[in-house]
């Protein structure tokens, strides 16, 4: 358990992450964008599409409950394989290239993106 720290701190430990156990939805995402499964500690999610997606598993908030399927996630390698190489449902990380190309589009400073849709 860590006090809060900064995303530069932070990103490297959660990239070197086994397994993610978090009530927070932020890193929900990012568990999900570095390819590491997430354990939450919610009883809902406002990210169901990761659950959807295999990468999230929601495990409640009663610890009796949620104690044991944290063991069994944990002792399964299968399952954090599989949530691992799940599909990342917030997106593939080019929206900064997509959206720069469009900007130098519409400033005359580019092509057209092949992929703009407006």
Same mark, same amino acid.
């Given at each position: ?7 530069a701190?932070m990103?490297?430990l ?6 993610m156990i978090?009530?927070?939805?932020g890193?929900?995402e %990012? =568990?999900?964008s570095? *390819? &590491?499964p997430?354990?939450?500690l919610r009883?809902v999610?406002?990210?169901p %599409? =990761?659950?959807?997606? *295999? &990468?999230?598993?929601l495990?409640g908030t009663d610890?009796?409950?949620a104690y044991p ?10 399952t954090?394989?599989a949530?691992r190489?799940?599909k990342?449902?917030y997106g593939?990380g080019?929206?900064?290239?997509r959206?720069a190309?469009?900007l130098a589009?519409?400033f005359g ?6 992929d703009?849709?407006?």
């Amino acid at each position: 358990l860590l006090e809060p720290i900064d995303f530069a701190e932070m990103a490297p430990l959660l990239q070197a992450s086994s397994l993610m156990i978090t009530d927070s939805g932020g890193i929900q995402e %990012e =568990g999900a964008s570095l *390819g &590491v499964p997430v354990a939450v500690l919610r009883n809902v999610t406002e990210r169901p %599409e =990761g659950v959807e997606a *295999g &990468v999230l598993k929601l495990l409640g908030t009663d610890a009796l409950v949620a104690y044991p399927l944290l063991q069994q996630l944990l002792g399964n390698d299968g399952t954090l394989e599989a949530m691992r190489k799940g599909k990342n449902p917030y997106g593939d990380g080019q929206a900064g290239k997509r959206i720069a190309k469009a900007l130098a589009w519409r400033f005359g400073l580019g092509e057209k993106p092949q992929d703009w849709q407006g």
